[in-house]
């Protein structure tokens, strides 16, 4: 190791040191003119550029890591602490800058040909990119899944950042893998809370596998399905399983007519995306109707699990979601196990969102049976509040992910504990650090006091939009979602009496759509937009709704009144003739 950095640094000695280096950076040397109208192309480049011969040493200190005060990377560091500084206290949720002039921003596709002064870089990256970046951390954005981070991950993504981990494979991830295992156990554990010998036996276990850190909740879901028909088309008496053979094949050896993914018309599209994957089609991903709590139709369920047997098609995997994405519903996942139970096949349950409820003793219940899952997905960047890649797939067979491993003869090589030979993903950053410590610093209380408060706050905003004449509540919140929409003065009457025809309902919808476009555009407040069916009136026609997400730890009950007073305040300003 030693010998390693002073052989780095003898290398280093014919470059000059950071001090001079930053000087060189900020200094105009003589040039040709060819040359200078070839930098002048460069766009970030105006006064400050450098001549040839200086690139490899400039290159080379863009790799150096200098403690002194002067180094690029602390004068980067400054620069870029100022900016996040300013973007985490700005409570504007956007600014206003339209996408036509974000595009105009964005048209130059050269290259530069000299490397840029960092110092021009990083203001043109502030004014430009940081500037019109969404506050997804702002306590009035509360329309989307994403929300303020806890302040450790900040300096956790440069140390991440400084190891530079690929989790791929021990020879490049060497305790992090194990690190990643133990965090994958531990909220394996708060899913299944098996016995201290089964994580004992499996924590540790190269043959093993509880759960794998992926990028998000698609390919976990991806990665779950996949699982499911491998295992379910394995090999056997000399057929070599749908891994080799490929799915015709494996239907035919199986002698199913085809295969099918179940799960409610309220299902994530990654379920669309695994479907096509597997191969089977996204036609043989059926739909479930949901009642007006967002639910799965049990009954309709149960029905076409029948159907589908009688049929004889294989059920890769009947999904249970545990938070629908627009409105937060959670299946009853208890009905759903037993009706998976008695098909005998795979029960997946969707929990990118809602899974952190098994921290919260008030509200776990809501995911009773979710230990009766083959598989469960949970996104660390939804509600463990951990930065953007972090989703994961936990196994209640700890040999499932079996079903999926590949081997390499230069890695993955069987018996190892690379972490990539049963993964869809192949080289990936070393997320677990966050996970780890999100579990650690956060704990389970610490969880469920994040859950329990974005409820409450849920309930609050759906007291108070039920007690405005403006809007109209479209569902009790089963979670931390809501949807609603505005109701304008003209239909006001007509909706009290519950005699609202289709015709005003299009209207409304109209109205609505224009009230959430305009709140975004001017950029203070944030909520999303979704579409509803048959919420209350029985009518065939879509509801157009706002959709609210509460996680945000920094959003207050203020806010929340500030956020629905914006919206009467801006439809005040639509007008209805102007619309239709
Ligand atoms: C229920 C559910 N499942 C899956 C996903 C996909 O997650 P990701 O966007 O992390 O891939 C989402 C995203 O919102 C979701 O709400």
Not at 480 to 493: D, W
Not at 528 to 552: C, H, L, Q, W, Y
Request: charged content about 20%; proline content about 3%.
């Amino acid at each position: 190791m030693t010998y390693r950095i002073e052989d780095f640094r003898k290398k280093q000695a014919k470059h000059s040191s950071c001090k001079n280096e930053v000087k060189k950076y900020g200094h105009q040397h003589n040039m040709t003119s060819s040359k200078q109208e070839m930098l002048n192309k460069n766009s970030f480049l105006e006064s400050e550029q450098t001549l040839d011969n200086e690139i490899e040493e400039q290159v080379m200190q863009l790799f150096t890591s200098c403690n002194q005060a002067t180094s690029i990377e602390k004068r980067i560091d400054e620069i870029t602490d100022s900016l996040s500084q300013d973007f985490l206290t700005t409570i504007d949720s956007n600014t206003n800058i339209d996408l036509e002039s974000l595009l105009e921003k964005f048209s130059d596709s050269k290259i530069p040909v000299q490397p840029t002064n960092f110092e021009n870089y990083l203001k043109y990256i502030g004014n430009n990119v940081v500037a019109h970046s969404i506050h997804t951390s702002s306590p009035r954005f509360i329309g989307h899944m994403t929300s303020a981070l806890p302040s450790f991950v900040r300096p956790l993504a440069k140390l991440m950042t400084a190891m530079n981990q690929n989790a791929v494979k021990i020879e490049t991830a060497k305790a992090l893998s194990f690190c990643e295992r133990e965090a994958l156990a531990m909220l394996h554990r708060q899913i299944y809370n098996f016995s201290d010998g089964f994580y004992t036996q499996h924590i540790q276990n190269n043959l093993s596998t509880l759960g794998i850190l992926v990028s998000g909740g698609t390919v976990a879901n991806i990665t779950a399905v996949w699982c499911a028909r491998n295992a379910l088309l394995k090999p056997k008496d000399g057929f070599l399983g749908v891994e080799k053979e490929g799915l015709t094949a494996a239907l035919n050896f199986y002698g199913y007519k085809g295969a099918v993914i179940i799960g409610s018309d309220l299902m994530h599209f990654s379920f669309d995306k695994a479907a096509d994957l597997m191969g089977i089609g996204t036609h043989s991903l059926i739909k479930i109707p949901t009642d007006c709590n967002n639910r799965v139709d049990i009954q309709a369920l149960r029905q076409t699990v029948i159907n589908c047997r009688a049929k004889n098609l294989l059920i890769i995997a009947i999904v249970g979601v545990a938070g629908t994405t627009d409105s937060g519903g959670v299946d009853s996942l208890t009905d759903i196990a037993e009706i998976a139970q008695e098909a005998n096949a795979h029960f997946h349950v969707d929990a990118a969102w809602g899974g952190p409820l098994i921290f919260s003793e008030q509200y776990r219940h809501k995911l009773a049976g979710i230990e009766r899952a083959d598989s469960v997905t949970i996104d660390g960047h939804k509600q463990l509040y951990l930065p953007m890649g972090i989703g994961m797939v936990f196994f209640r067979d700890p040999h499932l992910a079996g079903a999926i491993e590949k081997q390499a003869s230069y890695t993955m090589r069987k018996g190892s504990f690379d972490l990539g030979k049963r993964a869809l993903e192949g080289s990936r950053p070393g997320m677990a650090l966050f996970l780890h410590a999100g579990l650690k610093l956060i704990g389970v209380k610490g969880y469920e006091f994040l859950i329990n408060e974005g409820i409450r706050k849920t309930q609050y905003m759906a007291a108070c939009i039920s007690a405005m004449p403006e809007f109209e509540l479209l569902a009790e919140p089963d979670t931390n979602l809501l949807t609603y929409r505005y109701i304008p003065k003209q239909f006001r009457g007509e909706f009290a009496q519950n005699k609202l025809t289709e015709i005003d309902n299009q209207i409304i919808n109209i109205f609505n759509e224009c009230l959430q476009k305009n709140q975004r555009q001017i950029g203070h407040t944030f909520i999303s937009r979704t579409t509803k069916k048959d919420i209350k009136f029985g009518s065939e026609s879509p509801i157009v709704a706002m959709r609210a997400v509460i996680a945000n730890p920094l959003t207050t009950e203020e806010d929340i009144k500030t956020v629905l007073n914006e919206q009467i305040q801006i439809a005040a300003k639509i007008l209805i003739s102007s619309l239709i």
